[in-house]
């Protein structure tokens, strides 16, 4: 057991941050919602320039969403708490903390926060807690400086482990995609190459007929009608063989395997 496993402020500090763990997720949204990139922001770094009416409605859809999260951001604060007072306690995606923590990750991005943002949540979280820590010690005048360092040390390593759990299910999700993206694409991409193939055909015994001496003028002007038809098909379906192409080009071809949290904890 560490030596302030046992302090009576490390169980002070486990109940008293259960108690505000409503005001607390409040504060940490909050801060997260300062640190989320506005969409005058984001305009400004990819060119754009959207309305001053869809920047707030962006900026109100970012507000009603913390809103919304809050009943899940609170158990992952009384998880953190609960981490404080137990630390062996494992995270997992299946613990009460993970699985509160994988809801509120995928959350911010089914709602279009981007990866860097989603990431800094928890940091935002720790914060607030180091914040909140600092705030119970100073209603004490006994409380020794290696059970706050505790405190400390035990509200980053479970934002650390939390950190790496989500941006790990994020990559999976991401490589889960790419995969369903290249089978789809794979698919036709054979039945462009299918299609390119019968009608080379076409155009193959289109042609061959055309060299031959008996062939009447009605049936002549088919033939070259077949000709062109097919070639303008031929053309088509190479562009879109093309573009296949710059979407291959464009994929990141690096992922990464999913991490699991227990490894961690």
């Known amino acids: 057991m560490h030596e302030s496993e046992g302090s009576p402020f490390i169980g002070e500090l486990s109940t008293r941050i ?8 409040r504060r940490w949204l909050d801060a997260v919602r300062r640190h989320t990139p506005s969409p005058l922001t984001l305009a400004a770094t990819d060119g754009t320039s ?3 009416d869809h920047a707030q409605q962006a900026t109100g859809g970012l507000a009603d969403l913390y809103d919304a999260l809050v009943p899940h951001a609170s158990p992952v604060v009384c998880g953190v708490a609960d981490f404080i007072a137990a630390p062996a306690t494992a995270i997992t995606s299946e613990s009460p903390l993970g699985a509160a923590a994988l809801r509120v990750a995928r959350s911010l991005h089914a709602s279009g926060v981007d990866a860097i943002s989603a990431i800094d949540a928890w940091r935002c979280l720790a914060d607030v807690l180091i914040e909140f820590v600092d705030l119970t010690a100073r209603d004490r005048d006994d409380i020794a400086a290696t059970a706050m360092l505790e405190a400390t040390r035990r509200i980053f390593h479970a934002c650390a482990v939390i950190t790496r759990a989500t941006a790990s299910a994020r990559m999976h999700a991401m490589e889960t995609r790419l995969t369903e993206r290249e089978t789809r694409l794979a698919g036709v991409r054979g039945r462009l190459t299918h299609d390119l193939k019968n009608r080379v055909g076409a155009v193959i015994g289109a042609g061959q007929l055309l060299q031959e001496e008996w062939i009447g003028v009605a049936e002549r002007t088919r033939f070259a ?14 562009g879109e063989l093309s573009a296949l192409a710059r979407l291959d080009d464009q994929a990141d071809p690096q992922t990464e395997r999913p991490i699991d949290a227990a490894s961690s904890a």
């Open 225 to 238: 009608g077949m000709v062109v038809e097919n070639a303008d098909v031929v053309r088509r379906v190479i």
């Open 18 to 25: 259960r108690a505000a763990h409503e005001d607390l997720a």
């Open 50 to 52: 959207p309305s001053h």
